[in-house]
């Protein structure tokens, strides 16, 4: 049987800023102390209370808009029940049904837009490290903003799946809210995946969630993996149970974790610790001025100022830093008469370093590349006497027609000289000479 | 001077001024009638004396050096919700009987810097919740007028610390009536500000939306010169409201005689307590002879204020007490009494799906109803008054186990909590048994100043607070 798979995506991209979502805390966790990023608000101590981070929200909205999402004007908190150690007060405080960003898409490269349903901010939990009998919680992590990110079930392969990832990584770097690294756990990713036939249109009746993918490579393989796991079930006749798996790398397979036999009862009610949110239509076009140019419009300037195929623009605004470096090193270029093109070219294909390389020093090693260097006639003519005597058969074969040899002769003249000249300097001597 | 811990916080400022008595000897006097009377009322579960002496010291080189702080050197008693930084903070409840709070709740740091001498921590019912004290893990508050009697509660402790004047003032919370119902049952005075007037940080929550954040002091001028230290927006609780600071007790001798004050019809049924119904009838007089014009008015939907209490209340209640999760504070669940376990249960049914629409979602609209009541009725009159308790303090044990019948003893205290309006609690007579009766004057949101305007010319008439009890 043929099936088409119905995958959505769930990603939770943890921002960047100073403090913590409700309380002044670093929310600079990873690899610090444990527990030494604390206090009585992510503590969850009596009667501590939270205080909503005026910046998370505004970074919140604003990938949103880099999401062509629409913004909520009310928008509030709601509190999420559920027991887990470690989570500090018993609840997350997260958004239910107002969120403050709905109904986006990102744009893949075949053309197909792929839904945003909604992108809403909530709180990390602290994290749990397990020693033998006993578990440990640290809450350094506890309170740091996170950003969730929710699909409609549009992707039909893990290659979109991992091409929409990608746009998504490249637009919250872009912003500069988040490192969106996966191997530091902030961006995470969960997919829920499942399969219908060939030309049905209802929803399965279905869906696996897969956790603990912690790279690009891995989100590939672990759709792989459950698409032909779920085809098999499907074929002897049966429904993939509905559950959450998690995907084991040493394995390389996805592990069962737990059978949702029904929805989980979060018991969502609005956080009366904290007032509704309210984003006047001023406040979020202020929060549009102060965004820095998304990818997908720098790609057009780019094409539109500089003369360069897709294929470099895609390759230099793929991250920001390197665009900026770009753009930079043009407007040194001009000065010293380089074009756009020669610096793509550099930056492309000699992987230049340039955490190290300043853009003006760029241009001056991409000036020193085209320039020529003098060299003392008689050197030359010594050289050049040299590599005819010891390449006989090259100089016969000129003669005899083959002109395209004098480009090796050429090349054997430049190895000899150690030097960089003027090559239609020495091609007219040696026609001269091999008259 | 002799007992000087009966004096007022207005006479007590005035004589540490003067240098009439010392902070240390206004202190060993509190202290000395908690030594008395403590084991016999059950007050304080933490007394705070070592720190008590030491603040009192301090107070009195500031004195010295003639400096000025609007609570230097005034014992003060702290309801044991309000968490203090290195003192126990048990919300009465086992669960944390050994908790020690490495902060301070800002009401705590507001009083402590305007100078006053924390004396120590109050009984309570567990985690606020009740209306008679006894659901406190720590045995149950006797009514110095009565020790047979409830002293009412939940804040218990507080208002028989200030009736047996073991301290000068003492704060407390009032989510449902936990103020002024045992203000009104141990003839002193009490005041449920409004929602968001008094930061709640740092103390341990009960029901988020409801809680306000007031005090207990022997007369109405004290309440304003107290909440003069507490009212004001704190960054720290983001439901504080953004207004500025004003003296409270400016217009405390102003006459009321241009106010329209509102007796709610719903409020004066006819299941009201006749010695109460007789003492808030004598009260509504003393106000009539003083100028002001009394009129009937309607809040219609009062009688669905213990309903929707019951849903909101225990729905906020269940998230609360969700940190306690057994994996700090060293005790589990099972460390909650019947009355906090009654109501995670209650909470956690109403906001079920499924359920939720049927209960939180209703009841929240109910509450919308209910602060447009207020809204109504503050058009057309300028306050309302109104007995605190349909019923005199009832006996130990009484209604222990009947807890329905315990809830409604809250019938006329709960819709100023749910439209988050202000409510002062003042004595307003005695019964025949020479039980405490109080009445409440309620006002529209931010009309605290109003309120102790009343409740002042209404003291001036009355002066209750000068009768003690027999302990």
Same mark, same amino acid.
């Given at each position: 049987?043929?099936?088409?798979?119905?995958?959505?995506?769930?990603?939770?991209?943890?921002?960047?800023?100073?403090?913590?979502?409700?309380?002044?805390?670093?929310?600079?966790?990873?690899?610090?102390?444990?527990?030494?990023?604390?206090?009585?608000?992510?503590?969850?101590?009596?009667?501590?209370?939270?205080?909503?981070?005026?910046?998370?929200?505004?970074?919140?909205?604003?990938?949103?808009?880099?999401?062509?999402?629409?913004?909520?004007?009310?928008?509030?908190?709601?509190?999420?029940?559920?027991?887990?150690?470690?989570?500090?007060?018993?609840?997350?405080?997260?958004?239910?049904?107002?969120?403050?960003?709905?109904?986006?898409?990102?744009?893949?490269?075949?053309?197909?837009?792929?839904?945003?349903?909604?992108?809403?901010?909530?709180?990390?939990?602290?994290?749990?490290?397990?020693?033998?009998?006993?578990?440990?919680?640290?809450?350094?992590?506890?309170?740091?903003?996170?950003?969730?990110?929710?699909?409609?079930?549009?992707?039909?392969?893990?290659?979109?799946?991992?091409?929409?990832?990608?746009?998504?990584?490249?637009?919250?770097?872009?912003?500069?809210?988040?490192?969106?690294?996966?191997?530091?756990?902030?961006?995470?990713?969960?997919?829920?995946?499942?399969?219908?036939?060939?030309?049905?249109?209802?929803?399965?009746?279905?869906?696996?969630?897969?956790?603990?993918?912690?790279?690009?490579?891995?989100?590939?393989?672990?759709?792989?993996?459950?698409?032909?796991?779920?085809?098999?079930?499907?074929?002897?006749?049966?429904?993939?149970?509905?559950?959450?798996?998690?995907?084991?790398?040493?394995?390389?397979?996805?592990?069962?974790?737990?059978?949702?036999?029904?929805?989980?009862?979060?018991?969502?009610?609005?956080?009366?610790?904290?007032?509704?949110?309210?984003?006047?239509?001023?406040?979020?076009?202020?929060?549009?001025?102060?965004?820095?140019?998304?990818?997908?419009?720098?790609?057009?300037?780019?094409?539109?100022?500089?003369?360069?195929?897709?294929?470099?623009?895609?390759?230099?605004?793929?991250?920001?830093?390197?665009?900026?470096?770009?753009?930079?090193?043009?407007?040194?270029?001009?000065?010293?008469?380089?074009?756009?093109?020669?610096?793509?070219?550099?930056?492309?294909?000699?992987?230049?370093?340039?955490?190290?390389?300043?853009?003006?020093?760029?241009?001056?090693?991409?000036?020193?590349?085209?320039?020529?260097?003098?060299?003392?006639?008689?050197?030359?003519?010594?050289?050049?006497?040299?590599?005819?005597?010891?390449?006989?058969?090259?100089?016969?074969?000129?003669?005899?027609?083959?002109?395209?040899?004098?480009?090796?002769?050429?090349?054997?003249?430049?190895?000899?000289?150690?030097?960089?000249?003027?090559?239609?300097?020495?091609?007219?001597?040696?026609?001269?000479?091999?008259? | 001077?002799?007992?000087?811990?009966?004096?007022?916080?207005?006479?007590?400022?005035?004589?540490?001024?003067?240098?009439?008595?010392?902070?240390?000897?206004?202190?060993?006097?509190?202290?000395?009638?908690?030594?008395?009377?403590?084991?016999?009322?059950?007050?304080?579960?933490?007394?705070?004396?070592?720190?008590?002496?030491?603040?009192?010291?301090?107070?009195?080189?500031?004195?010295?050096?003639?400096?000025?702080?609007?609570?230097?050197?005034?014992?003060?008693?702290?309801?044991?919700?309000?968490? $203090? #930084?290195? =003192?126990?903070?048990? /919300?009465?409840?086992?669960?944390?009987?050994?908790?020690?709070?490495?902060? %301070? *709740? !800002?009401?705590?740091?507001?009083?402590?810097?305007?100078?006053?001498?924390?004396?120590?921590?109050?009984?309570?019912?567990?985690?606020?919740?009740?209306?008679?004290?006894?659901?406190?893990?720590?045995?149950?508050?006797?009514?110095?007028?009565?020790?047979?009697?409830?002293?009412?509660?939940?804040?218990?402790?507080?208002?028989?610390?200030?009736?047996?004047?073991?301290?000068?003032?003492?704060?407390?919370?009032?989510?449902?009536?936990?103020?002024?119902?045992?203000?009104?049952?141990?003839?002193?005075?009490?005041?449920?500000?409004?929602?968001?007037?008094?930061?709640?940080?740092?103390?341990?929550?009960?029901?988020?939306?409801?809680?306000?954040?007031?005090?207990? $002091? #022997?007369? =109405?001028?004290?309440? /304003?010169?107290?909440?003069?230290?507490?009212?004001?927006?704190?960054?720290? %609780? *983001? !439901?504080?409201?953004?207004?500025?600071?004003?003296?409270?007790?400016?217009?405390?001798?102003?006459?009321?005689?241009?106010?329209?004050?509102?007796?709610?019809?719903?409020?004066?049924?006819?299941?009201?307590?006749?010695?109460?119904?007789?003492?808030?009838?004598?009260?509504?007089?003393?106000?009539?002879?003083?100028?002001?014009?009394?009129?009937?008015?309607?809040?219609?939907?009062?009688?669905?204020?213990?309903?929707?209490?019951?849903?909101?209340?225990?729905?906020?209640?269940?998230?609360?007490?969700?940190?306690?999760?057994?994996?700090?504070?060293?005790?589990?669940?099972?460390?909650?009494?019947?009355?906090?376990?009654?109501?995670?249960?209650?909470?956690?049914? $109403?906001?079920?799906?499924?359920?939720?629409?049927?209960?939180?979602?209703?009841?929240?609209?109910?509450?919308?109803?209910?602060?447009?009541?207020?809204?109504?009725?503050?058009?057309?009159?300028?306050?309302?008054?109104?007995?605190?308790?349909?019923?005199?303090?009832?006996?130990?044990?009484?209604?222990?186990?009947?807890?329905?019948?315990?809830?409604?003893?809250?019938?006329?205290?709960?819709?100023?909590?749910?439209?988050?309006?202000?409510?002062?609690?003042?004595?307003?007579?005695?019964?025949?048994?020479?039980?405490?009766?109080?009445?409440?004057?309620?006002?529209?949101?931010?009309?605290?100043?109003?309120?102790?305007?009343?409740?002042?010319?209404?003291?001036?008439?009355?002066?209750?607070?000068?009768?003690?009890?027999?302990?």
């Amino acid at each position: 049987m043929i099936y088409k798979p119905v995958i959505g995506l769930e990603v939770h991209v943890e921002l960047k800023t100073k403090s913590k979502m409700f309380c002044s805390c670093s929310a600079d966790y990873f690899g610090q102390k444990p527990n030494t990023h604390t206090c009585p608000i992510c503590l969850g101590l009596p009667g501590a209370l939270p205080v909503p981070n005026q910046k998370a929200i505004d970074w919140c909205v604003m990938i949103g808009l880099s999401l062509d999402c629409r913004i909520a004007n009310f928008s509030k908190f709601d509190r999420k029940n559920y027991f887990y150690p470690d989570l500090a007060k018993g609840y997350q405080i997260s958004q239910y049904d107002q969120p403050f960003c709905q109904k986006g898409f990102i744009l893949l490269s075949n053309g197909k837009k792929i839904g945003i349903t909604r992108v809403h901010m909530e709180e990390d939990t602290g994290k749990l490290t397990h020693q033998g009998d006993s578990s440990l919680i640290d809450f350094n992590r506890s309170g740091v903003p996170l950003v969730e990110i929710v699909t409609e079930p549009e992707f039909e392969n893990a290659k979109e799946v991992v091409e929409y990832l990608k746009r998504l990584r490249q637009i919250v770097r872009y912003l500069g809210v988040s490192d969106a690294n996966m191997e530091e756990g902030n961006m995470r990713l969960e997919p829920n995946i499942s399969l219908r036939k060939e030309g049905e249109t209802s929803l399965p009746k279905y869906k696996v969630e897969v956790k603990n993918i912690n790279s690009f490579r891995f989100v590939d393989k672990a759709i792989e993996f459950e698409i032909k796991r779920q085809a098999e079930i499907l074929d002897t006749g049966l429904l993939p149970v509905q559950e959450t798996r998690g995907w084991n790398e040493t394995k390389n397979k996805t592990i069962s974790q737990r059978v949702k036999e029904e929805a989980n009862d979060y018991r969502y009610f609005p956080e009366p610790d904290i007032p509704p949110i309210l984003l006047t239509g001023t406040k979020i076009s202020k929060l549009k001025s102060e965004m820095p140019e998304t990818p997908s419009s720098k790609f057009a300037r780019f094409k539109n100022e500089f003369a360069l195929t897709n294929y470099d623009i895609e390759i230099l605004t793929r991250e920001k830093y390197l665009a900026d470096y770009f753009e930079e090193a043009t407007k040194v270029g001009r000065k010293h008469n380089v074009n756009p093109k020669q610096i793509a070219n550099h930056l492309i294909n000699r992987n230049v370093d340039i955490n190290s390389v300043l853009p003006a020093k760029l241009i001056e090693a991409i000036v020193k590349s085209t320039q020529t260097e003098q060299i003392d006639e008689n050197k030359l003519d010594k050289i050049i006497s040299e590599v005819l005597k010891n390449n006989q058969k090259a100089v016969s074969d000129y003669k005899s027609g083959k002109e395209n040899v004098i480009m090796f002769l050429i090349g054997q003249i430049m190895r000899q000289a150690k030097q960089k000249l003027d090559t239609s300097m020495i091609k007219n001597i040696l026609i001269i000479k091999l008259k | 001077m002799k007992n000087l811990n009966q004096l007022t916080l207005k006479r007590a400022k005035q004589g540490l001024k003067n240098k009439e008595f010392s902070s240390v000897e206004l202190t060993k006097a509190c202290l000395g009638q908690i030594k008395k009377h403590n084991q016999d009322l059950n007050v304080f579960i933490t007394i705070a004396e070592k720190q008590a002496l030491e603040s009192a010291k301090k107070a009195d080189e500031l004195i010295a050096g003639r400096q000025y702080l609007p609570l230097l050197g005034i014992p003060v008693a702290l309801k044991d919700l309000f968490s $203090t #930084k290195g =003192v126990r903070t048990t /919300a009465a409840s086992n669960v944390l009987k050994n908790y020690i709070p490495p902060y %301070d *709740a !800002t009401v705590v740091k507001k009083i402590k810097d305007a100078g006053a001498v924390i004396i120590g921590k109050t009984n309570l019912d567990a985690w606020a919740h009740g209306s008679s004290g006894e659901n406190s893990d720590f045995g149950t508050t006797k009514n110095p007028w009565n020790k047979k009697y409830v002293p009412g509660g939940s804040s218990s402790g507080s208002a028989v610390s200030v009736a047996s004047d073991m301290c000068i003032s003492a704060t407390g919370t009032d989510t449902g009536g936990s103020i002024r119902l045992p203000a009104s049952f141990n003839n002193v005075v009490g005041l449920k500000p409004t929602y968001g007037r008094v930061s709640r940080y740092g103390i341990v929550a009960m029901a988020s939306s409801l809680d306000s954040i007031g005090h207990f $002091t #022997k007369t =109405v001028e004290d309440s /304003a010169l107290f909440f003069n230290v507490t009212a004001g927006k704190d960054s720290m %609780d *983001a !439901t504080t409201l953004p207004v500025p600071g004003e003296d409270f007790a400016r217009d405390l001798d102003k006459d009321i005689s241009e106010l329209i004050i509102g007796i709610p019809r719903e409020f004066v049924t006819k299941d009201l307590d006749k010695e109460v119904r007789g003492g808030f009838e004598k009260s509504v007089k003393i106000l009539e002879n003083l100028g002001a014009k009394i009129t009937e008015i309607s809040l219609p939907h009062t009688e669905y204020g213990i309903a929707a209490y019951y849903i909101i209340q225990p729905s906020e209640v269940s998230s609360n007490l969700a940190r306690y999760d057994g994996i700090r504070y060293g005790n589990n669940r099972g460390a909650f009494g019947d009355e906090a376990r009654r109501r995670i249960m209650l909470g956690t049914f $109403t906001l079920s799906s499924g359920y939720y629409d049927a209960y939180y979602k209703k009841a929240m609209q109910v509450r919308t109803l209910i602060k447009k009541d207020f809204d109504d009725a503050f058009l057309k009159v300028d306050a309302l008054i109104s007995p605190v308790c349909p019923t005199l303090p009832w006996k130990l044990g009484e209604k222990i186990n009947d807890p329905l019948k315990m809830y409604l003893s809250d019938a006329l205290t709960v819709t100023a909590n749910i439209a988050g309006v202000p409510g002062l609690a003042v004595p307003a007579g005695f019964s025949v048994n020479h039980l405490p009766i109080g009445i409440q004057i309620m006002g529209k949101q931010l009309s605290e100043t109003l309120l102790f305007q009343i409740g002042n010319a209404f003291e001036k008439q009355t002066n209750y607070y000068k009768l003690k009890p027999n302990l």
